[in-house]
C-alpha cells in the first residue's frame, strides 16, 4: 500500500480571542483567532517532526536525500507557513505556532492577529446584523506532491464570553455562534492542476440600536429642537 502524500489537518478548535474593531467606513475588522488542527499520525512521521521545534521565525527548510534530490516530504513548520489569508489586508501577524505530541497524532496550535476585509450591509441601519468573515487557503496544490488538505469538526466551539472580552460590547452583540467550512478553491476552476485547500471561519454580529438613538438621533433631535 502506497504512502499518503502531504497531510491532513483537521480543525479542531476555532476561537476568536478578541475583535476589537469593526471598520464601517473602511469594510474591514480588527481580531486576533486562535485554531487548533489535528495530524492522524502525524507523530509517526519522521520526516513531518523534523522541523517541529524550530522557530515560529526560522525560514523552513526545503528537504533534500542523501543523493542531494528533494524528498517532498517537508517538515510540520512547511506546510504552516504555507497557510494565507485571502481577505487580509496585510499579511497578519503569527504570534504561536506550537506543535505538540498526543499519542500517535500531533496538535498544532496557532494565534493570529490581523485586519480583514468585509462588505457589511447596511440596508437595515441602525437595526443590521453582520457576518465577519476570515478566508484561508493553503498555498500547496491538491494534486501535487505535497497536499494540504483541510477538514472541519462539527464539534468545534468557541470559548469567548461577550461580556468580558469583546470591546464593542456596547456597539455590538456578538453572537454566540462560530462558522467554519473547509474545502477547496474554484479560484483556478480552469486549470485542474491548481486546486487548493481552504476553509472559511465566520462570526456574526448584531447592532444595539439603543447606542445609536441615545448618543446620535436624540441628541441631534435635541440641537434641531434648539436651533428651531
Request: with cysteine; proline share 5%.
Amino acid at each position: 500500500m502506497s504512502e499518503e502524500k502531504g497531510i491532513t489537518v483537521l480543525f479542531r478548535r476555532v476561537e476568536i480571542l478578541s475583535l476589537t474593531e469593526i471598520d464601517l467606513i473602511n469594510q474591514n475588522f480588527l481580531c486576533q483567532l486562535f485554531m487548533q488542527f489535528r495530524i492522524a499520525g502525524g507523530a509517526k512521521n519522521e520526516a513531518l517532526c523534523a522541523d517541529r521545534y524550530n522557530a515560529i521565525t526560522d525560514e523552513p527548510v526545503w528537504p533534500v536525500g542523501p543523493d542531494g534530490k528533494p524528498t517532498f516530504k517537508p517538515g510540520i513548520r512547511w506546510y504552516l507557513d504555507r497557510i494565507n489569508f485571502t481577505n487580509a489586508m496585510d499579511r497578519p501577524e503569527k504570534l504561536e505556532a506550537a506543535v505538540l505530541d498526543s499519542g500517535e497524532d500531533l496538535i498544532v496550535n496557532m494565534r493570529w492577529v490581523g485586519r480583514f476585509t468585509e462588505a457589511y450591509e447596511l440596508e437595515n441601519f441602525p437595526f443590521d446584523s453582520q457576518a465577519l468573515h476570515i478566508h484561508m487557503v493553503a498555498h500547496t496544490r491538491l494534486n501535487g506532491p505535497m497536499p494540504m488538505r483541510m477538514q472541519h469538526d462539527s464539534n468545534m466551539v468557541r470559548l469567548v464570553d461577550p461580556r468580558n472580552t469583546f470591546a464593542l460590547h456596547q456597539q455590538w452583540c456578538l453572537v454566540d455562534a462560530l462558522g467554519v467550512v473547509a474545502g477547496q478553491s474554484d479560484q483556478f476552476k480552469s486549470q485542474a492542476d491548481r486546486d487548493f485547500a481552504t476553509a472559511s471561519i465566520s462570526c456574526f454580529v448584531t447592532r444595539r440600536p439603543g447606542f445609536v438613538l441615545a448618543n446620535v438621533v436624540y441628541p441631534s433631535g435635541l440641537i434641531s429642537l434648539l436651533a428651531a
